[in-house]
C-alpha cells in the first residue's frame, strides 16, 4: 500500500522522466531489432512489455528494461540458424524460464562481486560510446543501426574509423538540426530554466523533439540538400490500430522444440541477459540519488517472466538496459512509475500515432542520447578516480578502454582481472612485514599470507647475516599458507650454521602450531 502510495506521489517527477524515456527508447528498440535481423516490431514489443511487465514485477526503482544491444550479436547468429523466426521465439521463452530458475537458486548474488571502480568504468564507457556512436547521425550518417555499441560494425569500420568515414556523408539539414538540438539541451538544463515552475516539468528532450520536427519541416521548404531524406527519420511501423497490430504478432511454432539449437540459444541468451541485467541494476543503483539497492534475485525472476511474455508475443529479449535506466535518472525519475508509463508510451505510439513519429529527425535523438552519455562520462568522475589513488584509477580506466575496444561483458572481465591483480598486490605488500635495526630482525605476519609470498620471505630470511636475531611474529596473521611454513620451517632448521638465533611468537590459531616444535614464545617486550 506504501509503494502504490509513493508511485503516484512521485507522478510528477516520473511522467517527465517516462517520455525522456520513451524518446530514447524508441529508436533503440527500433534499431536494435534491425541489428539484430529480426522484425522491427520485435523490437517495440520488447520494449513496452520491458516497461509494463517487468516494470510492474521489479523490485528497481530506476532501472528500465528493453531489447539490448549487448544481445544483438548473439540473436542475429541465432535467427541465421533457426528455421524460422518462430523457433527463435522458442529460445527467448526458454530462457526466460532458465532466468527465473536462477532467480529462485539465488543467482542474483554474482553482482556483487564486480569493483566499483569497474561497475563506474562500465558507466563511463557506455557513455562513451553513446557519444562516438551517435556523432555520425547527429551528423546525418545512419547506416548503422541506432543502438549499435560494438566496436567493429556491420559495415566493418569500427568505432573511430566511422567518425572519420560518416563526413564524407554530412547532410545539412541533419546537422543543423542536432546542433540545435544539442544547444537547446545545454539551454534547457542551465540554472534559468531549472528554476521556472513553468520549466520544471516539461522534460527537455520532448523540447527537442518538437523543435527538431518544426526545424526539419521549415528546412525541407529549402529543398535541394536541406530536404532529410526517410532514412533519415524514425521508421516505426505503421499500424490502423489494435487489429493492424495484432496482424504483427509473431509467436513462437512449438515443433521446433526438438530442435537442439533452440535450446543452446535458450541457454546461451539466458546467461548473457542475466550477467547484463545484473551487471546494469548495480550499475543504476550507484547512480540512484536515494542509495537505494535492488533485490537481484526478485529482478532475475522478473526478467524471466518478461523474456517469457516477449518470446510469446514474438519480442525480442529482454535485460536491463544502462542506457535507457540512466536517461530515466537524470531526467528525474524516482520510482516504477516511470518504467511502466515509457512502456505505456510505447504501446500507444505504435496503435494511434506512429505516423506522427515517423516525423522525428534521427539527428534530435541522436542529440540526446550524446547529451545523455556526457552525464555518464563527466570529466568530473576522472577527476575523482585520479583522487583515489592508482589502485582504483587503473581499473577505472582499464574496464573502459577494454569495452571500448571489445564489448560490455569482455571489458568487464578485464576490468575485474586487473582489480585482481591490485587486490593481490596489495595483499602481497601488507601481508608480510620486515624491519630490522642493526642486527636484530622483525618478520611480521599480518592477515592471509599467501604461497605468494614465499618468494619474498625466502630471500630476506636468507639475506640475514650471521649473528643476528630473528624474531618471527604470526599472532597477527588469520591463514598462512603450508609453504611459508615450510619455508620458516626450513631457515629455523639451518639457521644455526650462520649463528642465527630465532624464536616464533605464535597464535593460538591452531594451524599455525605446525612450526617448529620447542621454540619458546616471547612475550611482547621481546618484540
Known amino acids: ?79 541465421g540458424k533457426m528455421p524460422a523466426f518462430e523457433a ?17 537458486i539465488r543467482a542474483g548474488i554474482i553482482g556483487d562481486y564486480v569493483p566499483n571502480a569497474v561497475i563506474r568504468g562500465m558507466l563511463a564507457a557506455i557513455g562513451i560510446i553513446l557519444i562516438l556512436k551517435q556523432l555520425p547521425h547527429l551528423t546525418g550518417f545512419d547506416k548503422n543501426f541506432s543502438g549499435d555499441e560494438a566496436f567493429i ?6 568505432t573511430f574509423s566511422e567518425l572519420i568515414y560518416s563526413l564524407n556523408y554530412l547532410s545539412p539539414a541533419a546537422l543543423i538540426i542536432g546542433l540545435v538540438s544539442l544547444i537547446l539541451i545545454w539551454v534547457w538544463d542551465t540554472k534559468f530554466f531549472k528554476s521556472r515552475k513553468i520549466f520544471k516539468f516539461i522534460p527537455g528532450p520532448l523540447v527537442v523533439v518538437i523543435v527538431g520536427i518544426l526545424l526539419n519541416s521549415f528546412l525541407s521548404t529549402l529543398g535541394g540538400a536541406f530536404v532529410l531524406e526517410s532514412n533519415h527519420m524514425v521508421t516505426l511501423p505503421v499500424t ?52 537505494r539497492r535492488t533485490p537481484t534475485n526478485r529482478e532475475l525472476k522478473a526478467q524471466g517472466v518478461g523474456n517469457m511474455v516477449s518470446g510469446l508475443l514474438g519480442g525480442l529479449p529482454i535485460t536491463s538496459v544502462i542506457v535507457r535506466s540512466s536517461a530515466n535518472v537524470n531526467a528525474g525519475g524516482k520510482t516504477r512509475l516511470s518504467t511502466m508509463f515509457h512502456g505505456t508510451l510505447l504501446l500507444l505510439s505504435v496503435l494511434f500515432i506512429p505516423g506522427l513519429l515517423n516525423l522525428i529527425p534521427l539527428s534530435a535523438l541522436a542529440a540526446i542520447l550524446i547529451a545523455t552519455g556526457y552525464k ?50 596489495s595483499n602481497f605488500h601488507s601481508a608480510v612485514m620486515i624491519v630490522h635495526d642493526d642486527n636484530k630482525y622483525l618478520v611480521r605476519f599480518r592477515k592471509d599470507v599467501s604461497f605468494l609470498n614465499k618468494p619474498i620471505v625466502k630471500e630476506r630470511l636468507e639475506k640475514v647475516p650471521e649473528g643476528s636475531f630473528v624474531l618471527i611474529d604470526i599472532t597477527r596473521a588469520d591463514f598462512i599458507d603450508k609453504d611459508v611454513i615450510d619455508t620458516i620451517n626450513e631457515f629455523m632448521h639451518h639457521a644455526h650454521l650462520k649463528n642465527i638465533k630465532v624464536q616464533v611468537k605464535k597464535s593460538s590459531f591452531k594451524a599455525l602450531h605446525q612450526l617448529v616444535a620447542g621454540e619458546e614464545d616471547v612475550n611482547e617486550r621481546a618484540a
Open 1 to 79: 500500500m506504501t509503494q502504490r502510495k509513493n508511485l503516484f506521489q512521485s507522478a510528477g517527477s516520473d511522467i517527465p522522466a517516462a517520455v525522456v524515456v520513451f524518446l530514447v527508447a524508441l529508436p533503440l528498440c527500433l534499431g536494435i531489432a534491425l541489428g539484430s535481423g529480426a522484425p522491427l516490431f520485435s523490437g517495440i514489443i520488447a520494449g513496452i512489455v520491458g516497461g509494463l511487465v517487468i516494470g510492474a514485477l521489479s523490485g528497481s526503482s530506476l532501472s528500465v528494461s528493453g531489447p539490448a544491444a549487448g544481445l544483438t550479436a548473439v540473436v542475429a547468429v541465432a535467427i
Open 88 to 104: 527463435f521465439l522458442l529460445s527467448v521463452v526458454i530462457a526466460g524460464i532458465i532466468q527465473i530458475i536462477l532467480g529462485f
Open 153 to 158: 560494425q556491420i559495415d566493418r569500420r569500427n
Open 240 to 291: 490502423a490500430g489494435l487489429s493492424s497490430a495484432g496482424e504483427l504478432l509473431r509467436f513462437p511454432q512449438w515443433q521446433h522444440l526438438a530442435n537442439a539449437q533452440v535450446w543452446i540459444t535458450g541457454v546461451t541468451i539466458a546467461l548473457v541477459a542475466s550477467l547484463e541485467t545484473l551487471l546494469s541494476i548495480e550499475a543504476v543503483d550507484k547512480l540512484d540519488p536515494y542509495n
Open 376 to 425: 555518464l562520462a563527466k570529466p568530473a568522475l576522472f577527476r575523482e578516480f585520479h583522487k583515489k589513488g592508482m589502485d582504483q584509477l587503473v581499473p577505472f580506466v582499464v574496464t573502459i578502454v577494454a569495452i571500448l575496444l571489445t564489448d560490455l561483458l569482455i571489458g568487464i572481465l578485464v576490468g575485474m582481472g586487473v582489480s585482481l591483480f591490485f587486490l593481490i598486490r
